[in-house]
């Protein structure tokens, strides 16, 4: 069963690094979204990209943050200067255009 | 009014119990509410979703009820086995939309005892 896939599954890095996570949806979904959760709270939206281009963004997602399908395959988040806060699992997901999205393992992030 | 409530923050249960969990929303433009499962370590896994045309869905052991009026749903598990044990979130979103963002509850663990 086709299923999202994403890279690294940790990743630590200092406070300012730039990061950069990366994701492979399922090769004919359509719309990909990344969300967050802090560790013991809940999953928050973070960003969607639909034909090329951030079709919405939460209040999360500042100008730190961005997002890129730099080929038919991957889809990535960068996040410029990372923050103490910055450190929870992201995780990416993809949906064709019916209504389920598919989560990926995630990735968690410490940011030291 | 971009909220989802959801209630408990825990449970315990027996096996061969029913576990009941509720959501609550506040916006009347949402028309998809799913239910995830997720174990720790992994990912939010779809476990069961409705749209507001009908008033109960079930799959298996799983069961939504959705009460339109009162902005409410519940999740159902019949007869809980311990590899029921696991977070869940409910969520809610607008469709058709080019986003479709998930907007979800804050998730309740679930422990189910042999």
């Known amino acids: 069963e086709p299923e999202v896939t994403q890279t690294p599954s940790h990743q630590v890095t200092q406070m300012g690094q730039e990061v950069i996570l990366r994701c492979v949806p399922i090769?004919?979904?359509?719309?990909f979204y990344w969300y967050r959760q802090i560790l013991g709270q809940k999953v928050e939206f973070l960003v969607s990209?639909?034909?090329?281009?951030?079709?919405?963004k939460s209040e999360i997602f500042d100008d730190q943050f961005s997002v890129e399908r730099p080929d038919g395959s991957n889809f990535t988040l960068k996040i410029r200067s990372t923050k103490l806060e910055d450190s929870a699992m992201y995780f990416c997901?993809?949906?064709?255009?019916?209504?389920?999205?598919?989560f990926g393992p995630g990735t968690r992030l410490t940011v030291l | 009014q971009q909220q989802v409530k959801q209630s408990p923050q825990s449970l315990i249960v027996q096996k061969g119990g029913i576990s009941i969990i509720n959501c609550a929303y506040e916006?009347?433009?949402?028309?998809?509410f799913p239910w995830y499962q997720q174990f720790p370590g992994k990912g939010p896994a779809l476990l069961i979703a409705?749209?507001?045309?009908?008033s109960e869905k079930k799959e298996g052991r799983f069961t939504i009820s959705f009460n339109k009026s009162a902005k409410q749903f519940s999740l159902h598990i019949m007869d809980s086995q311990p590899g029921d044990s696991a977070t869940y979130f409910c969520?809610?979103?607008?469709?058709?939309?080019?986003?479709?963002?998930?907007?979800f509850g804050q998730g309740t663990t679930l422990q189910v005892k042999p």
């Open positions: 997901a993809s949906r064709a255009g019916q209504l389920t999205q598919y």
């Open positions: 409705i749209r507001p045309d009908v």
């Open positions: 090769s004919n979904h359509l719309y």
């Open positions: 969520a809610a979103s607008k469709y058709p939309s080019n986003t479709g963002k998930l907007i």
């Open positions: 990209f639909y034909n090329n281009e951030i079709s919405e």
């Open positions: 916006n009347t433009a949402f028309d998809y």
